[in-house]
């Protein structure tokens, strides 16, 4: 069982998305990408540069930023696993937006990536032993466990997967 200590409270909106004490980080990567694929595989053309109110992301913005920030993420769980103990930044996602060009991108290239990414995530968390995942790093002046970044990848993407069902479609 994770404790809440093993990650920032900002965090618990993703945390609780998850299925932390019987599903594996493993189990939660795989299904949610899952998850992932089969509802945005198949939304229609025009909807892929759609925002639904100004000033918010369209759909091609919000899979980059799932990416970015599971790239991110992925940084700090090895530095954290690898028991490197530098206190990383933190990530202003507005930034990242403002400057990925992912409107000008193709739709399934970034899906495609995002399944290649997760892959990667997946490659990684299976490489780190029972130790390293209770390792604890600090990042955004927070402490957190790798095993609690490792969910939080899952629950970060189920997150947006509920606003693109609410908002998007």
Not at 43 to 55: L, P, Q
Request: aromatic fraction near 12%.
């Amino acid at each position: 069982m994770i404790s809440k200590k093993e990650y920032a409270p900002y965090f618990k909106q993703y945390m609780q998305l998850v299925d932390i004490e019987n599903v594996t980080i493993l189990e939660n990567l795989e299904s949610s990408q899952k998850e992932f694929e089969s509802l945005l595989r198949n939304i229609a053309k025009e909807k892929h540069i759609f925002s639904y109110a100004e000033g918010k992301w369209t759909l091609k913005e919000l899979i980059q930023h799932i990416i970015d920030t599971e790239r991110v993420f992925c940084y700090r769980a090895l530095s954290f696993a690898r028991n490197d103990k530098t206190s990383l930044p933190g990530l202003d996602q507005d930034i990242f937006v403002e400057n990925d060009n992912a409107n000008d991108r193709d739709y399934y290239d970034l899906l495609d990536e995002m399944e290649v990414l997760r892959k990667s995530s997946i490659q990684l968390y299976k490489s780190f032993s029972d130790e390293a995942l209770l390792r604890i790093g600090v990042a955004s002046n927070n402490k957190m466990s790798v095993r609690a970044l490792g969910y939080l990848f899952s629950g970060h993407q189920i997150h947006h997967l509920n606003i693109v069902k609410e908002r998007y479609l």
